[in-house]
């Protein structure tokens, strides 16, 4: 008599094969979860270290436009302003005063506000990381918090410490910076 074949496969290979593909799968899981985790602080890191080159130039050569910055002006001053500083500083270009406002605190850290004051015009206001009126929306991603300066009367150097914030894929980053530049136009 002939031996009826089936076709097919057995309960235990069909076991063993959904464990080989699971952990295949798991492997595979893992491996994606991990690359987005370090897609994501480097992503961070870039814009942190975007919006730190931002507002480097925006403090030093200006927010209103080259020439407006710490570095074109004199008559420097730091000035502490209740919860805030800021620092005081007159371009040479324009005899118009400048002013850069930071949080001296983390308690309400958003940006460095830049002011352009002339007793002829109202106020402007700009931010360090991007120029944007002082009534328009604004919603940076980046924070910016505990803005610190100093001025060395001796060596004549300002120092103007802050921190950069960031959140992205359940992490929050931070980023200390710390610009220090020589008042060569006196104080």
Do not use: C
Not at 2 to 28: D, I, W, Y
């Amino acid at each position: 008599m002939k031996q009826k074949t089936r076709s097919g496969f057995t309960l235990p290979e069909v076991l063993m094969a959904a464990v080989v593909a699971g952990m295949v799968f798991l492997a595979l899981g893992t491996l994606l979860s991990r690359s987005f985790s370090i897609w994501y602080t480097g992503m961070a890191q870039w814009k942190l270290a975007t919006h730190a080159r931002v507002a480097r130039i925006r403090l030093l050569d200006g927010g209103f436009g080259r020439g407006t910055g710490i570095l074109s002006s004199d008559n420097h001053a730091v000035v502490p302003y209740g919860s805030w500083q800021y620092v005081q500083y007159y371009p040479m270009s324009s005899g118009k005063e400048f002013r850069s406002y930071g949080w001296i605190s983390d308690a309400g850290f958003d940006n460095i506000w830049l002011e352009e004051r002339d007793s002829s015009t109202p106020e402007q206001w700009a931010y360090a990381q991007n120029v944007k009126y002082h009534d328009s929306a604004y919603n940076s991603e980046v924070k910016i918090s505990s803005f610190d300066a100093d001025i060395d009367e001796d060596s004549k150097v300002l120092k103007m410490t802050y921190t950069l914030h960031f959140s992205a894929g359940g992490k929050s980053f931070e980023q200390p910076q710390t610009i220090q530049t020589v008042l060569l136009n006196g104080n």
